[in-house]
């Protein structure tokens, strides 16, 4: 890192998404310096979240184009704009696309996590500083995505969605801490609160999903629940953990011989269980609404319920399928824009409660140092969410093995 980058315009690539949809383009942008309470980053490992091809496809909200996508990442402080102290060049870095900004009655509250100045917006390409860009393409502005944009090899974010790390931690795993596994983990053990022994229901298998599984099951949870409508989920063993990394299994099952299913059922059986999921349901298997199915598998409803796809009717099963008297649901997932929860009062009224939240209930700056130093003292394995590795020239690649339901999550090197 050189200090002749400080306060200069960078150039360096980055991936354009142009349009809703179309494949990401690498070209050359111009990173301006950070302003004021802003930190510019180098950025060295990203990875694709979900979230990032919700907003890729603009199927569900309004389209912003052309724009940096990217917010689950890791980096080095290239430099800091004025009045940011708690960061300073040559920081190992986390980004998150939600802030902390120290001041706010959100940020003072010991239950919160929603700062008033920093609550991620998924509408905003702009910095808050001045409402501009700080990304361009031979003068034309290229719109932020929630903050973060790190599919740049730098970009520029407010200090308050920067948290200080380990400088010993190893980014190539602790970038997935900055969005899905704390969302999803978090959902588990600091809102959800499962107690040793109880049962959670899992709604949504991604890498979100298995994280809080891993929540359920690190909580002490006897029965974990994990649902899903992708029949690629169930029968196709196309995860990539660390026990069966020699495995890449894309087949049919139709066509295949009933011993040898049964033997890649297995196979993915054995690898869910590394996250905690201890049954499956696939609603499409049954002719009753999934929460029946639960009821009837838990006598009367799960304790505990964590929804992580973004389907309504997902989260409406997931309130649904929880205990009467004491079961406590969660959302997780992204909805669409005009989506709306429709459940019977009597719901409520039977005492079952409903939650929502964002990141996992973590403070960034405040909280996530604290997960990284759980990782590097063993009490959390990243290591098994990380199915695919490849070069920030393939990104697109990452896209490919989401869509087909092949990957957890897929580590992008920016320097190749």
Same mark, same amino acid.
Request: glycine share 8%; aromatic share 8%.
């Given at each position: ?56 496809? #603009? =199927? ?7 724009? +940096?996508? $990217?917010?689950? &990442?890791? %980096?080095?402080?290239?430099?800091? /704009? ?109 809102? #959800? =609160? ?7 229901? +899992?709604? $949504?298998?991604? &890498?979100? %999903?298995?994280?809080?599984?891993? /929540? ?201």
């Amino acid at each position: 890192m050189s200090s002749k980058t400080v306060g200069q315009v960078i150039k360096c690539r980055a991936a354009i998404a142009w349009e809703a949809g179309k494949p990401l383009v690498i070209e050359e942008v111009e990173v301006a310096p950070p302003q004021a309470g802003e930190v510019r980053l180098r950025i060295l490992y990203t990875s694709l979240c979900h979230s990032d091809v919700y907003f890729w496809e #603009a =199927k569900g909200q309004t389209p912003l184009f052309p724009r +940096i996508l $990217g917010h689950e &990442a890791a %980096g080095i402080v290239e430099s800091v /704009g004025e009045g940011v102290t708690h960061l300073k060049p040559g920081d190992q870095a986390l980004p998150v696309f939600t802030g902390e900004c120290g001041d706010c009655p959100h940020c003072h509250s010991e239950e919160s996590n929603l700062c008033d100045l920093l609550r991620i917006n998924t509408e905003r390409g702009v910095m808050l500083n001045d409402n501009k860009s700080r990304f361009s393409i031979k003068g034309q502005p290229i719109h932020h995505f929630v903050g973060t944009s790190t599919f740049s090899e730098y970009t520029v974010v407010h200090a308050g969605c920067v948290a200080k790390i380990n400088p010993d931690a190893p980014l190539d795993k602790v970038c997935i801490l900055s969005c899905g596994f704390c969302t999803g983990f978090g959902a588990t053990v600091n809102v #959800a =609160k499962p107690k040793p022994g109880s049962s959670v229901a +899992i709604f $949504g298998l991604g &890498a979100v %999903g298995l994280a809080a599984a891993e /929540g359920a099951r690190i909580s002490g949870a006897s029965k974990i629940i994990g649902v899903d409508l992708f029949p690629s989920r169930f029968e196709l063993g196309t995860f990539f953990l660390s026990s069966i990394k020699c495995f890449k299994i894309v087949v049919n099952i139709n066509s295949m011989p009933i011993l040898l299913w049964k033997t890649f059922l297995m196979i993915f059986l054995f690898a869910a269980k590394k996250f905690g999921v201890t049954d499956f349901i696939n609603p499409k298997d049954h002719d009753k609404p999934v929460q029946q199915v639960i009821a009837e598998m838990t006598n009367g409803g799960v304790d505990r319920a964590v929804e992580c796809s973004g389907s309504i009717q997902a989260m409406i099963s997931a309130f649904e399928s929880v205990h009467d008297g004491w079961g406590v649901a969660v959302l997780v997932g992204l909805s669409k824009k005009d989506d709306a929860f429709k459940t019977h009062p009597m719901n409520f009224l039977n005492e079952r409660t409903l939650k929502g939240t964002i990141y996992g209930n973590y403070k960034p700056r405040t909280d996530l140092p604290n997960v990284v130093e759980k990782y590097m003292k063993g009490e959390l394995e990243l290591e098994k969410f990380i199915t695919h590795k490849i070069p920030f020239s393939e990104i697109n690649k990452a896209f490919d093995y989401m869509l087909k339901g092949e990957s957890i999550r897929c580590i992008i090197k920016m320097d190749e």
